[in-house]
């Protein structure tokens, strides 16, 4: 499976926007590019997906570099809420039952 | 909107116990997985069920068994349990119609303690 690259931590101030990065050199043509984010003593939550162009949704958006071997979640204003573990994570398409592959993510602190 | 649900939220075994993790996924999905996370880890993919067939196996000891039910409902079934084991177990369920992989939805979380 192709492999991502994400920092181990990252510091926010409140209310300012966040761009998480995540490099994916070996992605495949058919991987979608998903993130989750776990809160502390929560489970994993979806946060947005693509595959090639960028994506937005009430979350966050989702900025694809051109040759897809990179990303970046962006969440426009952070709040305190907004603290977690976020997981950039490979998945490919048209596979049922696919399991996710949690890994490296970054550890986002927001700062009040 | 509804909801995973898993049950107990809770749960303290001895070791060389059995214990026996139960999930509810959203009404209308028909796919359920299984998700251990130890203390400071991050979450592994154990086992998935597609229409109540395994349809994908992860890193799960061979003392642990899971199944789906008609009702699309699973339990995840511990036994001998050891020291290790003790770690907080996700269920997540998604749409799987078609075959087209979808987002995953996961429950709160069974915190499993073995003493």
């Known amino acids: 499976d192709a492999k991502t690259t994400q920092p181990n931590s990252m510091e926010s101030n409140e209310e300012e926007p966040v761009h998480l990065p995540c490099n994916h050199s070996?992605?495949?043509?058919?991987?979608?590019i998903h993130w989750y984010r776990q809160l502390p003593s929560q489970g994993p939550e979806y946060v947005i997906h693509?595959?090639?162009s960028n994506v937005n949704n009430r979350m966050a958006s989702l900025a694809i570099a051109e040759d897809r071997k990179s990303s970046t979640l962006i969440l426009h204003r952070a709040t305190l809420r907004d603290a977690a573990v976020y997981y950039c994570?490979?998945?490919?398409?048209?596979?049922?039952?696919?399991?996710?592959?949690f890994g490296g993510g970054t550890r986002l602190m927001v700062k009040p | 909107a509804a909801g995973v649900i898993q049950s107990p939220r809770h749960l303290i075994k001895e070791k060389r116990e059995t214990a026996t993790l139960k999930c509810y996924p959203i009404p209308r999905h028909d796919t359920v997985y299984w998700y251990q996370q130890g203390p400071g880890q991050d979450p592994q993919f154990l086992i998935s069920?597609?229409?109540?067939?395994?349809?994908d196996k992860g890193s799960i000891p061979d003392r642990f068994s899971a199944q789906q039910f008609s009702d699309y409902h699973s339990e995840l079934n511990m036994s001998s349990l050891e020291l290790g084991d003790s770690a907080l177990y996700f269920c997540?369920?998604?749409?799987?119609?078609?075959?087209?992989?979808?987002?995953?939805?996961f429950g709160p979380g069974t915190r499993l303690t073995v003493l």
């Open positions: 070996t992605i495949s043509g058919t991987d979608y």
């Open positions: 994570i490979l998945r490919r398409k048209f596979n049922a039952g696919n399991m996710l592959t």
């Open positions: 069920f597609y229409e109540k067939m395994q349809s």
């Open positions: 997540a369920s998604s749409l799987e119609a078609g075959g087209f992989t979808d987002t995953q939805y």
């Open positions: 693509g595959l090639t």
